[in-house]
DNA sequence: TTCAATATACCTGAAAACCATTAGAAAAAA
DNA sequence: TTTTTTCTAATGGTTTTCAGGTATATTGAA
């Protein structure tokens, strides 16, 4: 059977790949790359008049953010199926991804085959995820259960400025509170997050990207 | 006046990239690409029977690390041109393949046009770094004669582990000296490091990578 | 071998951080 | 609207850090 076959728009700066994912589908009848875009706003204008079956839409674009792309995009076209597209997995980054609507998510190191099967799945609405992905998705999720004990905004915020390097009375000045209610702030914080210490409170901070 | 191309191998492990390269220079008649490998091991065994002009070298192999391929494939064959490849740009990995003799270096997202003549450069013996890395390399310069004030082992070592969340008697214990000696290590830091608080310290230690 | 750098150790006082608990006001959620 | 959470603040005490200086053994380089 004989379908049309699938079209496709890349966006991704990268001259090689976008090559490449040419090279790699220029192969196959049943996808049809439509044409390529190298930042975000080229390519929003484009679908202001056109549209596509498939974006393989790359995650650090020039302009524009992935995760901010995908909604943009979505906002426009409903119907675009998105594949998000990178080279290194960031578990937020995805999570954010994934929120906002991509149907699935490719490392750049997928096979030629992977890359088909991806696209025709997420065309027929299904999604699409690699093992890899799915792997980390698992990760975060169980992470984001257990780990992360939800800090309230103005603990976020102390612990930022803990994490600076600042005193209790400076950031005490610096939120126009008492220096008694930064030492609450803080003592709530390495509770929740049972640490028992200044030291391992910063390492936290810097790890879950605070800073 | 026509030469013989230049033989290019290609090393990365990523498929759209590989694709994208070949394509790239296919159009051009002054380079080959002879063959690619997705990993290092696969290369290094080629190099024992074969030669070519210019290596494309991606930095994040499955198995062996861009700096470490780049001693052992100029071990082999030291009169090889190799050409760093990578999406992001750390410095201390760029400068220490270039340490390790790369010839030049490219950013994925270079154009087909600086991909040639990045690589007609190093086979012409010149060095190619993109405008992107010069900054880099220059900034990183600029960093390293002015931040470091060089600590001393033993001070890295309290170092670690008083951003190890670790309090001045668990270090004087695990490092068998008196809990003032650790005291002073800590005061000594914090006077080379320009801080004036533990705080400051561990962010110091976190992102000079001393954890 | 001498000298400089490093690692070790100690003292002291002031400042800051840490611990436990309580509690009212404001904001968010139900 | 009521309930819960969050933010604020205080008391009072203990522990740790910070900053000043001093001093000795060890090590490595000139």
Redesign the interface.
């Known amino acids: 059977m004989q379908h049309k076959p699938i079209t496709i728009l890349i966006v991704d700066?990268?001259?090689?790949?976008?090559?490449?994912?040419?090279?790699?589908l220029s192969d196959n009848p049943a996808v049809a790359v439509r044409t390529h875009f190298t930042n975000g706003n080229d390519t929003l204008e484009f679908l202001e008049k056109e549209i596509v079956d498939v974006i393989l839409l790359d995650v650090n674009l020039p302009d524009i953010s992935g995760v901010e792309m995908v909604k943009l995009i979505l906002d426009k076209r409903a119907t675009i199926k998105i594949l998000g597209l990178s080279?290194?997995s960031e578990p937020s980054i995805i999570n954010q991804m994934i929120k906002n609507g991509v149907k699935g998510y490719l490392l750049?190191?997928?096979?030629?085959d992977e890359?088909v099967s991806a696209i025709s799945k997420v065309h027929n609405g299904e999604f699409y995820f690699g093992s890899e992905i799915q792997k980390i998705l698992a990760d975060s999720v169980a992470q984001e259960s257990k780990d992360v004990p939800k800090l309230t905004r103005r603990e976020t915020h102390v612990l930022r400025l803990?994490?600076?390097?600042?005193?209790t009375n400076t950031i005490a000045e610096e939120l126009f509170i008492s220096p008694l209610t930064v030492e609450t702030h803080r003592r709530n914080l390495m509770q929740k997050l049972e640490?028992?210490?200044?030291?391992?409170l910063?390492?936290f901070a810097?790890e879950k990207k605070f800073?």
Chains 1, 2 share one sequence.
Do not use: R
């Not at 700066?13 to 790699?24: A, C, F, N, S, Y």
């Not at 803990?162 to 005193?167: E, L, P, S």
């Not at 640490?195 to 391992?200: G, Q």
């Open positions: 700066d990268h001259p090689m790949v976008v090559e490449g994912l040419k090279t790699l080279t290194y750049k190191n997928a096979t030629s890359l803990i994490a600076d390097g600042k005193t640490v028992s210490n200044a030291a391992s910063i390492k810097i800073i």
